[in-house]
């Protein structure tokens, strides 16, 4: 086909349309005479289980994909798993947020995640290892995640919380442990 018949807005159209892509660029170089085609994966951060036991990821928008490359399908098995009742955007994206914002005293957490719920008022619930034995966070809205955070770390400190297995941080002036 010759170069000026290649319809170039065509095939970043069709291109575009792949949700496991977060951009194409589509270019025409006349003196090299060549069709450039760039695109960059989606990261995903978490993923989710849909209606039909079909597993989806999201990324930091809170925009679902299904994995498509090997790398994306790599690292699909090692993100948290998020079970949210509405299954909306807007749940993954919170939960996106609230990974992002999660400080680096927390990864462990993240590192020995179960699982990670939001409910029907948007509060999210953390199930997870804490010097092998299982705990329940409340974390609440997903707001205050630093200070919420740190309450953790202070109550995870106090000897009476050894044996703790819920944690409701959702005010973090006054936590709850049981």
């Known amino acids: 086909m010759k170069l000026a018949r290649v319809d170039i807005r065509a095939i970043k159209r069709v291109i575009s349309d792949l949700d496991w892509l977060a951009s194409v660029e589509v270019d025409r170089s006349w003196l090299r005479r060549t069709i450039n085609i760039e695109v960059a994966e989606k990261t995903a951060v978490a993923r989710a289980v849909v209606d039909n036991q079909k597993v989806i990821n999201f990324d930091q928008n809170g925009a679902s994909f299904t994995p498509a490359s090997n790398k994306q399908i790599r690292l699909s098995l090692k993100l948290p798993l998020i079970s949210s009742e509405s299954n909306s955007s807007q749940d993954y994206a919170a939960v996106a947020k609230f990974l992002q914002e999660l400080p680096d005293e927390s990864n462990a957490l993240i590192t020995d995640l179960i699982g990670i719920s939001v409910g029907k008022s948007g509060y999210i619930s953390m199930k997870t290892q804490i010097n092998n034995r299982s705990v329940n966070i409340n974390w609440g809205?997903?707001?205050?995640v630093s200070q919420k955070s740190r309450a953790l770390q202070a109550l995870l400190l106090l000897p009476e919380n050894k044996s703790a297995k819920n944690f409701d941080?959702?005010?973090?002036?006054s936590p709850v442990t049981s």
């Open 141 to 144: 809205e997903p707001t205050l």
């Open 169 to 173: 941080l959702s005010l973090p002036d």
